[in-house]
């Protein structure tokens, strides 16, 4: 997984882990974002439910907010920036 030097700088400051995005990139449904970007987020039932199955088989603990959490990745796979959802992601 490639961060930009902006991602990083957004992990750091929203408390976003590596670990974290590498899951969320695994479970989470895609949108699309224009300029050839896609939005990953667990925001459909089975998505937060595959989420919450990852997390237990890898057994961590503290994990407030990570289903809130999307991954901005352009068309290369490199992730570009990461936040906390305050409202539902519409798809285009």
């Known amino acids: 997984m490639i961060l930009t030097d902006h991602a990083k700088k957004r992990c750091q400051q929203r408390a ?3 670990v974290c995005i590498d899951v969320i990139l695994k479970t989470g449904d895609e949108f699309y974002a224009g300029n050839r970007c896609l939005i990953i987020a ?10 919450f ?9 503290n994990t407030d ?16 920036t990461a936040g906390h959802r305050t409202k539902k992601i519409y798809k285009h």
Do not use: F, H, P, R
């Open 16 to 18: 976003i882990s590596e």
């Open 42 to 51: 667990a925001q459909t039932k089975s998505a937060k439910k595959e989420l």
């Open 53 to 61: 199955a990852e997390i237990k088989n890898l057994g961590i603990k």
């Open 65 to 80: 907010g990570w289903d809130k959490t999307y991954i901005v990745v352009d068309e290369n796979d490199v992730v570009l």
